[in-house]
Each structure stands twice: as structure tokens, then as C-alpha cells.
């Protein structure tokens, strides 16, 4: 089982940028998906989340201006990114609780993404 994160880049503040992670492999199903972020010298922290029904949390600073979102056929989340400002910027990990029929439900992570917000 594998997550291949894409879509970060360079953009300039009051951009927006839009994510996508793509999990593959043996999989019977895909629980809760996520984005983390870890800024500069910063440890990582939750972003967003999405249960398999679509329902979704945020953490307080990107609420609004975020948007996560999924696709279970091609499981595959989105984190759409509106209004970036520059302390967006950091390495952008998806995360997905997956079952698989080697290893159960574990929680795997992807490669990261970087995003830069600067003028």
C-alpha cells in the first residue's frame, strides 16, 4: 500500500493551490484520510480530516479558506487551499487509515508536498 501526495508548489499569498493524495495497492477500504502539515522548524500538525462518509473537521487556522475532500472510487483525497498566506507554507502529508489484507488497518503515511505562500 502506497499514498503519492501532489499538487504543492510555489504561489503567492492570497493563492490558492490544490492538493490530491492517491492511495494504491491491496485495499479493501480506506477509513479516516488526512492532511498534516509541517512547517520550518515546526513539528507536524493536523490540517484537516474526513471520515469515509464525508464528514469533515479543521484545525482553527485554516478553517474557510480549506477544503478537504475525497473521492472513494479513486481513493484519492483533496485538500483544495484558498486565501494561502505565508504561514501556510510548509511540507503537506496526507494520512490514511487503510485496511489491507497484509496488514490489517494501519494508518499510512505519504511522501509530503511542499508548499511555499511567498510574494
Known amino acids: 500500500v502506497q499514498l503519492q501526495a501532489s499538487g504543492g508548489g510555489l504561489v503567492q499569498p492570497g493563492g490558492s493551490l490544490r492538493l490530491s493524495c492517491v492511495a494504491s495497492g491491496s485495499i479493501y477500504g480506506i477509513n479516516t484520510m488526512a492532511w498534516y502539515r509541517q512547517p520550518p522548524g515546526k513539528q507536524r500538525e493536523l490540517v484537516a480530516i474526513i471520515t469515509s462518509s464525508g464528514s469533515a473537521n479543521y484545525a482553527g487556522s485554516v478553517k474557510g479558506r480549506f477544503t478537504i475532500s475525497r473521492d472513494n472510487a479513486k481513493k484519492t483525497v483533496y485538500l483544495q487551499m484558498n486565501s494561502l498566506k505565508p504561514e501556510d507554507t510548509a511540507v503537506y502529508y496526507c494520512?490514511?487509515?487503510?485496511?489491507?489484507?497484509?496488514?490489517?488497518?494501519?494508518?499510512?503515511w505519504g511522501q509530503g508536498t511542499q508548499v511555499t505562500v511567498s510574494s
Open positions: 494520512n490514511g487509515q487503510i485496511v489491507s489484507p497484509v496488514a490489517g488497518t494501519r494508518g499510512y
